[in-house]
């Protein structure tokens, strides 16, 4: 088992930064591959960025690509977000999620373990 806690949202204008972590506890980190997703009322959850255990691969989505930073620390078990040049369609709840042998790290299927998320506001 896995538990994960996001944190680091908030409200932040047009342009600026923020930086989410995700805190992970359980089992040996450094065997899950860590994603982050985003979701906004009405719609489904979309991927944003993937990182893989050893930290070697990442992944990102093209709306946020150049813009956006996935990073992890395996030895205080926490992956974080990197977010520059926020828009306002930045806005939505972010959450990390886990899993062993992510093959499809699009796909939310793909992963086994969620946090609760934290709320990302982009105010215009």
């Known amino acids: 088992q896995v538990q994960l806690v996001e944190s680091g949202g908030g409200l932040v204008q047009d342009g600026g930064s923020l930086r989410l972590s995700c805190a992970a506890s359980?089992?040996?980190?450094?065997?899950?591959?860590m994603g982050w997703f985003r979701q906004t009322p009405g719609k489904e959850r979309e991927f944003v960025a993937y990182?893989?255990?050893?930290?070697?691969?990442?992944y990102y989505a093209d709306s946020v690509k150049g813009r956006f930073t996935i990073s992890r620390d395996n030895t205080n078990n926490t992956v974080y977000l990197q977010m520059n040049s926020l828009k306002p369609e930045d806005t939505a709840v972010y959450y990390c999620?886990?899993?062993?042998?992510?093959?499809?790290?699009?796909?939310?299927?793909?992963?086994?373990?969620w946090g609760q998320g934290t709320q990302v506001t982009v105010s215009s």
């Open positions: 359980g089992r040996t980190f450094s065997n899950y591959a």
């Open positions: 999620a886990a899993a062993i042998g992510v093959y499809r790290y699009l796909r939310t299927d793909s992963y086994d373990y």
């Open positions: 990182i893989s255990g050893s930290g070697s691969r990442t």
